[in-house]
């Protein structure tokens, strides 16, 4: 993507598309920069079955056979899911006619079927050849398959294969309750874990940036991202600051994690430890999802997105998942810091209104009654005040 510096270009580029297709693009360049697939990793991979696996043949192979087990994987999922969340549609007061397995599985299995659609076109064979140069100069071979046969397809061509798809699914179900994501949600998670585990070592390094991809525009509201985007003028404020902070949200969410892990090396959440894989993998995926609704209600100037969708969702999900508020707390807390260290002083501004009103939203006297810890790390208060200093002449619409 172009700096903002460079106007002539991008005046061309964005007299005629807006600024929906630069903020997407930037988005999908991130992973070949970001993507963490430490789960998978595995120094002596055999460069002769990786030809085999990212073949055409060995694609359709390996897609077909998931299509396969696609409709039982949908019902052992969708069992999981119900296990796990069919106390909260009565506690949070959920209309149950709006829960229907059948439509959940059969909206998921039409996003798989296109994703692996697209895993079946095949990768160059000059990448192929890097591939091994770089495994002979010793470089993890995992992590440069993953940047080398991805870099045509996945995920700048998936996002556009299912990004309106996806955007459309979280439309249908948020309009119905918000909440109803949080099923959708689980169901695409359990799925993606169940198929790939069903895969080899090297199948699901190849695959799993795929299912990366999905569910990101699935958490996040990235389509509903680019249209604000494109409401604004290329040098906006606004607009420059969100740009500066996407290219460095993995970044960000990786480093946060960490420090989180770090505070808490004992806390175990449903899923494990902190530091387990799975959970990092997740956890990644949770702040970088919070920085989405923050740029969203950043560019939209109101925090709709954050009352109707990231709020009741996380009061859903949270204490189900056994993740406490306070551990929401410091993220946000670690939060705030990065984006006053990765923006200008002006830059800032545009976003610490909207960043001080989901630090109210998320405080512990709206969790008292949910067991809101006070003996761990303390938080760093000075970044309240100074947030709660620049909203107080700005008007957030809320």
Same mark, same amino acid.
């Given at each position: 993507?172009?700096?903002?510096?460079?106007?002539?270009? @991008?005046?061309?580029?964005?007299?005629?598309?807006?600024?929906?297709?630069?903020?997407?693009? @930037?988005?999908?360049?991130?992973?070949?920069?970001?993507?963490?697939?430490?789960?998978?990793?595995?120094?002596?991979?055999?460069?002769?079955?990786?030809?085999?696996?990212?073949? %055409?043949?060995?694609?359709?192979?390996?897609? =077909? %056979?998931?299509?396969?087990?696609?409709?039982?994987?949908?019902?052992?999922?969708?069992?999981?899911?119900?296990?796990?969340?069919?106390?909260?549609?009565?506690?949070?007061?959920?209309?149950?006619?709006?829960?229907?397995?059948?439509?959940?599985?059969? $909206?998921?299995?039409?996003?798989?079927?296109?994703?692996?659609?697209?895993?079946?076109?095949?990768?160059?064979?000059?990448?192929?050849?890097?591939?091994?140069?770089?495994?002979? =100069?010793?470089?993890?071979?995992? =992590?440069?398959?993953?940047?080398?046969?991805?870099?045509?397809?996945?995920?700048? @061509?998936?996002?556009?294969?299912?990004?309106?798809?996806?955007?459309?699914?979280?439309?249908?179900?948020?309009?119905?309750?918000?909440?109803?994501?949080?099923?959708?949600?689980?169901?695409?998670?359990?799925?993606?874990?169940?198929?790939?585990?069903?895969?080899?070592?090297?199948? %699901?390094?190849?695959?799993?940036?795929?299912?990366?991809?999905?569910?990101?525009?699935?958490?996040?509201?990235? @389509?509903?991202?680019?249209?604000?985007?494109?409401?604004?003028?290329?040098?906006?404020?606004?607009?420059?600051?969100?740009?500066?902070?996407?290219?460095?949200?993995?970044?960000?969410?990786?480093?946060?994690?960490?420090?989180?892990? $770090?505070?808490?090396?004992?806390? %175990?959440?449903?899923?494990?430890?902190?530091?387990?894989?799975?959970?990092?993998?997740?956890?990644?995926? $949770?702040?970088?999802?919070?920085?989405?609704?923050?740029?969203?209600?950043?560019?939209?100037?109101?925090?709709?997105?954050?009352? =109707?969708?990231?709020?009741?969702?996380?009061? /859903?999900?949270?204490?189900?998942?056994?993740?406490?508020?306070?551990?929401?707390?410091?993220?946000?807390?670690?939060?705030?810091?990065?984006?006053?260290?990765?923006?200008?002083?002006?830059?800032?501004?545009?976003? /610490?209104?909207?960043?001080?009103?989901?630090?109210?939203?998320?405080?512990?006297?709206?969790?008292?009654?949910?067991?809101?810890?006070?003996?761990?790390?303390?938080? $760093?208060?000075?970044?309240?005040?100074?947030?709660?200093?620049?909203?107080?002449?700005?008007?957030?619409?809320?």
């Amino acid at each position: 993507m172009k700096k903002i510096g460079d106007k002539d270009e @991008q005046d061309s580029s964005f007299a005629n598309q807006g600024n929906t297709e630069p903020l997407a693009l @930037q988005w999908a360049k991130k992973y070949l920069q970001n993507l963490d697939n430490n789960l998978w990793e595995k120094d002596g991979a055999d460069t002769t079955s990786l030809k085999e696996v990212v073949s %055409r043949e060995g694609r359709k192979k390996t897609a =077909q %056979r998931l299509m396969a087990l696609l409709p039982t994987v949908s019902h052992q999922s969708w069992h999981q899911v119900e296990t796990l969340l069919s106390k909260e549609i009565k506690r949070h007061q959920i209309d149950p006619t709006l829960i229907n397995p059948w439509e959940i599985t059969a $909206d998921s299995f039409k996003i798989y079927e296109k994703i692996l659609d697209v895993y079946t076109q095949q990768a160059p064979l000059r990448q192929l050849s890097t591939v091994m140069r770089l495994a002979r =100069q010793g470089e993890p071979l995992y =992590q440069k398959a993953l940047e080398i046969y991805t870099e045509q397809v996945a995920p700048s @061509q998936l996002a556009r294969v299912i990004g309106s798809h996806v955007g459309a699914l979280r439309n249908k179900y948020t309009q119905q309750d918000p909440r109803i994501l949080g099923f959708v949600g689980m169901q695409f998670h359990y799925t993606s874990k169940i198929l790939l585990q069903s895969l080899s070592e090297l199948e %699901r390094l190849v695959l799993i940036v795929y299912f990366k991809v999905l569910d990101d525009h699935l958490y996040m509201p990235l @389509q509903r991202l680019y249209e604000a985007a494109a409401n604004h003028d290329y040098n906006s404020n606004t607009l420059v600051a969100v740009q500066n902070l996407l290219p460095v949200s993995t970044e960000i969410a990786k480093k946060i994690s960490e420090k989180i892990i $770090d505070y808490y090396p004992n806390y %175990r959440c449903y899923s494990g430890i902190l530091s387990h894989p799975l959970v990092k993998t997740s956890s990644i995926r $949770d702040v970088e999802m919070f920085q989405v609704y923050l740029w969203l209600a950043t560019l939209e100037g109101n925090i709709s997105a954050i009352k =109707q969708e990231l709020f009741p969702l996380s009061v /859903m999900l949270y204490p189900t998942l056994n993740v406490q508020w306070e551990i929401i707390r410091q993220m946000l807390n670690l939060l705030g810091q990065e984006i006053k260290e990765h923006l200008t002083p002006k830059q800032s501004d545009t976003i /610490m209104p909207y960043y001080q009103a989901l630090w109210h939203m998320f405080s512990p006297e709206v969790f008292v009654e949910f067991d809101f810890c006070q003996d761990s790390h303390h938080f $760093d208060d000075d970044l309240s005040h100074l947030c709660l200093l620049k909203s107080s002449n700005q008007n957030i619409h809320l």
